[in-house]
């Protein structure tokens, strides 16, 4: 996947986030200018993207567990409950740098911040996992479709003659003689010698027995 296509990904994602919290500030305060509503909630999105980053490689070192676990819920409870406070806080960074004095931005107060923080981090965390499952489900699927591809009988009846014979012996056994008779020790050694085999149809698996 190209940077180009992760970012427009992002931006997408992120385009209904930025809607909803125009809306929701144009609906909470009637007086305030569109304008205005859009710059805040770009503020907040920005914000709650760039802390997204982090979530993502919780997410890739903490897969989602089969079964499900108490610790594995306990370690986004607490994940989330930091991406909470850093959200508002970095807000009121970012609104602070923007007005060029330090500014605490509370709105109605702490409490629905950090609830929507929260919502951010779930929503974040959710859309990750669901990626990676999906990921994985198309990985299974090629490599099922490629095995089955390459165990066809079709595939195995174009399969080269691989005109290779096998043959146990040591070299203690050869005989001295064509009519001598030699007693093979328990250790034979396995010889692989590639020689050409005359009317040998095509395999697909050979097992090699003592």
Do not use: K
């Amino acid at each position: 996947m190209t940077r180009t296509w992760v970012w427009l990904q992002l931006v997408i994602g992120w385009l209904p986030v930025w809607a909803l919290f125009t809306t929701l500030i144009l609906t909470a305060h009637p007086d305030t200018a569109p304008i205005d509503a859009a710059l805040i909630a770009l503020r907040m999105i920005l914000a709650g993207a760039a802390l997204g980053l982090p979530v993502h490689r919780l997410v890739d070192r903490v897969p989602w567990p089969h079964p499900f676990r108490l610790s594995f819920a306990a370690v986004h409870l607490g994940a989330a409950a930091a991406y909470s406070v850093a959200w508002f806080l970095l807000n009121s960074v970012i609104e602070s740098v923007a007005r060029a004095r330090p500014v605490l931005i509370i709105g109605y107060g702490v409490g629905p911040w950090l609830v929507m923080g929260v919502w951010l981090y779930v929503m974040i965390a959710g859309v990750v996992y669901a990626t990676r499952a999906t990921e994985r489900a198309a990985r299974a699927e090629a490599t099922s479709a490629w095995i089955s591809s390459a165990s066809s009988p079709s595939s195995a009846s174009s399969a080269p003659n691989p005109g290779i014979a096998f043959s146990a012996i040591d070299d203690s056994c050869r005989p001295s003689r064509p009519s001598a008779t030699t007693r093979c020790p328990s250790a034979a050694r396995w010889v692989v010698t590639a020689r050409p085999i005359p009317n040998v149809p095509p395999v697909t698996m050979t097992t090699l027995t003592r």
